[in-house]
């Protein structure tokens, strides 16, 4: 027998029917109570509240959760409720308290159609089971009903706001992935492309407003797409994080790098002068050169590296991202020439603090 996994849906639909039933069966609890009903009848409650869910945990593991299962398990839920507002002799208060809990788990838990078909569960169950029962009503409420009833409906209410708690957590816990996947390149550990378009509108403002030196490189494989064909897309990823990794060793924690498209990477560099920003690009394309891969030893790695710096006449991020790739398209396949490489200092935290406070894109002028 195979078992499938089942989900955090499937889960919260298992305990959704463990209380649904534990409610409807204090409240039924308290209408027996007052009749003093006979032992088989007690019987009828309490063997549902234990053996039904495990059946419906047992069925969803073995179909995996089926649509056509949901719809089973469903009409099942509204069967059993019905069944037990006859045995409770269609007492007025635990069968509002019992369909009332039955519609709103089944909406709650899983969708309109869900409700409607509980809710024809349950007049089946009520048909077969008043039958049986000569739809004997019973109208009078004592304080054993009361009591039940109330129960009933705390133990529900405590459910789902233990639910709605733990679906807010989700929540919030998936909003915080999804940041993160905006934020960082999940192959390189880089900035991703929006959200570092984000800091390069921080540095654009920030080196326009204090007058400092700024630069972007764009750095870009060379004949990447022949390698592709040649190797396969295994091989070509591992010529990405390569790049990546030597990025990684040729500039600051705090130069904002990301993976600027398929092969391509952007690095911003602030604080530094035009001699600097070419021996990075220098260490770049050398270091490159000098790295192998471990299944492809005979692959050579080159790079084209464009530099622009940040000049008066630049009006936004595009027009200085515009100009970095027009270097980048002259610099392709021309020979560098290597000099000494300098020593970086790292960036400062005070110079990261105040790029961080400048307001992003699409703030307010005045923030």
């Not at 233990?162 to 905006?182: C, D, P, Y």
């Not at 630069?215 to 070509?236: K, M, P, W």
Request: net charge neutral; glycine share 8%; with cysteine.
């Amino acid at each position: 027998m195979v078992h499938i996994k089942m989900d955090s849906t499937q889960q919260r639909s298992d305990w959704g029917r463990i209380v649904l039933l534990a409610s409807c069966a204090l409240a039924a609890a308290g209408a027996l109570w007052q009749r003093n009903a006979s032992w088989p009848v007690w019987l009828a409650i309490v063997l549902p509240l234990v053996a039904w869910p495990l059946l419906a945990r047992w069925r969803t593991r073995r179909t995996g959760g089926s649509d056509i299962n949901d719809v089973i398990l469903s009409f099942v839920d509204g069967l059993v409720i019905g069944v037990w507002v006859a045995l409770v002799h269609f007492h007025l208060l635990t069968s509002a308290i019992m369909l009332m809990v039955l519609v709103h788990c089944a909406y709650a838990m899983q969708s309109v159609r869900h409700a409607v078909l509980a809710i024809a569960g349950a007049i089946a169950g009520v048909a077969v089971a008043g039958l049986l029962t000569s739809f004997d009503v019973q109208h009078s409420t004592s304080s054993f009903t009361i009591v039940g009833s109330l129960l009933a409906v705390a133990l529900y209410l405590a459910m789902l706001g233990i639910a709605t708690g733990h679906l807010l957590r989700s929540l919030a816990h998936k909003e915080q992935m999804l940041m993160v996947m905006r934020r960082v390149d999940a192959m390189t550990g880089f900035f991703g492309r929006m959200y570092w378009q984000d800091l390069a509108t921080r540095l654009f403002a920030y080196a326009k407003q204090k007058d400092i030196p700024a630069f972007l490189i764009v750095v870009d494989v060379d004949n990447f797409r022949e390698l592709n064909s040649r190797h396969g897309d295994t091989a070509g990823d591992e010529v990405i994080i390569a790049v990546a990794n030597t990025l990684r060793t040729c500039v600051r924690p705090g130069d904002a790098t990301c993976r600027f498209g398929g092969d391509s990477f952007a690095v911003l560099l602030s604080g530094v002068n035009l001699d600097i920003a070419n021996q990075i690009a220098d260490r770049i394309h050398s270091q490159a050169l000098n790295r192998r891969l471990r299944d492809w030893p005979d692959v050579q790695i080159s790079v084209s590296i464009g530099i622009a710096s940040l000049a008066k006449y630049h009006q936004s991020v595009d027009d200085w991202i515009h100009q970095a790739e027009a270097a980048l398209e002259q610099a392709r396949g021309a020979p560098r020439s290597y000099g000494s490489h300098a020593t970086l200092e790292p960036i400062s935290a005070a110079h990261l603090a105040e790029l961080a406070s400048m307001p992003g894109p699409g703030a307010p002028a005045g923030a």
